[in-house]
């Protein structure tokens, strides 16, 4: 009977926090170039690349068609304290799920939804939150949920927003983060990101081969003599807008392929990409008589690569191992960028293993307005497969 009435209480408590405002300011903005660069950087510095005015920048101007952006930053007594990058997307069932399936179908043929995203549906990771310095966790975190409450209302003139999503959570950050679940959020388990740790003595590819296992090595260095005996070339990337153009095309070969397509890559994007974040961004390609036949983009993320976009010819890579050389390359761009950490994303999961990635858990917290419909959201999303990351023992085991 205790329990039952110390559950009733929290609820209570819960509608009380959902409806009740915090002691802080707020400015909102639809573009980047509109909110107080100085305040904005302020909070942006020393967080991730992805929330920086040079790559919002980027995105504003190469946005998916489905996709707008809003932007707003949290004061307290005139200091800025949080700042957030978010996406309005217009999303259907396609974008979610492949309709092979019978609840692919059925979910393919029903659902449409405005959403609204904290963060970014063209990235893996949390890139739509940054915290200043000294700010309590958890009230940052209740800061976001009201920001995001208050940019939902502010949204019915262009189109009710009746789903949130906050991505992506991974490591510690599900711990902290969890405050948002006293305001209706909840936690969804997706795709591990496959992560490889470098030693910090690693300055060369030939340093990360001496890393692994004679078997990993072995399967490294014949995909290396593979592509090589074929004639295949391998080399950095200076971007033009006749390159980008063939790497979009390469791109898109791979987009139609994935099983979820939330936002896809608009023309222009890479080179955008590379004017406004310079040597923090790089792409290596594989070429076949001077014609690109694969790339893959990598974006230095302080310590941290991204391995971010990947594209190929699939009669290529039927043939000779592209995809595998390219992961390759990844390493190798993130040694030349200083980069301790390799971010391989969410796909392709034992292939990243065999190169000595781990996967690490992730997960977003969603919220729909409606109740009833949250818990169907939450259903569907329940039974929409995620990759269980293969246990590999590529790197050697440390003395």
């Known amino acids: 009977m205790t329990n039952i009435v110390s559950k009733i209480k929290d609820k209570?408590?819960?509608?009380?926090?959902?409806?009740?405002?915090?002691?802080?300011?707020y400015v909102f903005?639809?573009?980047i170039y509109f909110v107080n660069s100085v305040h904005w950087d302020e909070v942006a510095e020393n967080q991730t690349v992805l929330l920086s005015r040079n790559y919002l920048k980027t995105i504003e101007s190469y946005s998916p068609e489905n996709t707008t952006q809003r932007y707003a930053i949290a004061y307290s007594d005139g200091i800025p304290v949080v700042i957030i990058a978010c996406q309005i997307a217009d999303i259907n069932g396609e974008n979610i799920v492949s309709p092979k399936s019978e609840l692919g179908l059925s979910l393919a043929n029903k659902y449409q939804e405005r959403i609204l995203v904290c963060g970014n549906l063209v990235s893996s990771g949390l890139h739509g939150v940054a915290f200043a310095d000294g700010?309590?966790?958890e009230m940052g975190w209740r800061i976001v949920a009201e920001v995001l409450y208050k940019i939902r209302r502010s949204e019915k003139l262009a189109g009710a927003v009746d789903f949130m999503l906050i991505k992506d959570i991974k490591g510690d950050q599900l711990e902290c983060s969890s405050v948002v679940e006293r305001f209706s959020y909840r936690k969804i388990q997706t795709d591990p990101d496959m992560v490889l740790q470098l030693a910090e003595k690693?300055?060369?590819?030939?340093?990360?081969?001496?890393?692994?296992?004679?078997?990993?090595?072995s399967r490294i260095k014949k995909v290396i003599k593979t592509i090589d005996s074929s004639g295949l070339e391998c080399r950095k990337i200076k971007l033009d807008e006749q390159i980008d153009e063939k790497m979009h095309t390469?791109?898109?070969?791979?987009?139609?392929?994935?099983?979820?397509?939330?936002a896809t890559l608009p023309l222009g994007y890479f080179n955008g990409l590379s004017e406004n974040l310079g040597d923090d961004f790089v792409c290596y390609g594989i070429y076949k008589e001077h014609e690109m036949v694969g790339f893959i983009s990598m974006i230095k993320d302080g310590k941290e690569a991204i391995a971010y976009y990947v594209g190929f010819d699939y009669k290529v890579n039927e043939k000779l191992p592209i995809y595998f050389r390219l992961l390759q390359l990844a390493i190798v761009a993130a040694i030349e960028m200083g980069c301790t950490k390799v971010l391989f994303g969410r796909s392709a999961l034992e292939p990243k293993a065999n190169l000595g990635a781990k996967p690490v858990d992730a997960y977003v917290w969603a919220r729909h307005r409606v109740p009833a419909v949250n818990f169907l959201v939450r259903r569907i999303f329940r039974n929409l497969?995620?990759?269980?990351?293969?246990?590999?023992?590529?790197?050697?085991?440390?003395?």
């Open 12 to 25: 209570v408590q819960r509608h009380k926090e959902r409806h009740s405002e915090l002691a802080y300011q």
């Open 135 to 137: 700010l309590d966790l």
């Open 202 to 217: 690693t300055q060369s590819f030939d340093d990360y081969l001496a890393l692994l296992n004679s078997k990993y090595r």
């Open 250 to 262: 390469l791109y898109l070969n791979v987009e139609r392929q994935s099983k979820t397509r939330l």
């Open 385 to 399: 497969p995620f990759d269980e990351a293969p246990e590999r023992g590529a790197l050697k085991e440390k003395k």
């Open 29 to 31: 903005s639809d573009s």
